[in-house]
């Protein structure tokens, strides 16, 4: 039998040390210790924004829309930091 695919995604350390080894490479200590906490800090964030979405007084429409705009400015950020704008 097979494991759920839940159990198969990473938990956030590993994200966060996935990130570290590919994005971070050569950073000082210090460094290292401030883009962890904003890594889990925007983990938090995305977290209350999508908890939000369980609340009875928003509708699935309105989640979806919730998340849709979430992906989108996720999306937009990432292509500046490609880019170098951002």
């Known amino acids: 039998m097979s494991k759920p695919a839940a159990a ?8 966060w040390l996935s990130w570290r080894n590919t994005v971070m490479s050569g ?5 290292l ?7 889990f800090a925007g983990v938090l ?3 209350t924004l999508t908890k939000r979405i369980g609340e009875p007084d928003i509708s699935e429409d309105e989640g979806v829309f919730i998340l849709e705009r979430i992906d989108r400015e996720i999306t937009v ?3 500046k930091v490609q880019s170098g704008h951002a």
């Not at 995604?9 to 590993?14: I, S």
């Not at 950073?27 to 460094?31: E, L, V």
């Not at 210790?33 to 890594?39: N, V």
């Open 27 to 31: 950073a000082s200590d210090s460094q």
């Open 33 to 39: 210790i401030e883009s962890k906490r904003a890594f």
């Open 45 to 47: 964030s995305l977290m």
């Open 77 to 79: 950020f990432f292509a």
């Open 8 to 15: 198969t995604l990473p938990t956030l350390e590993q994200a």
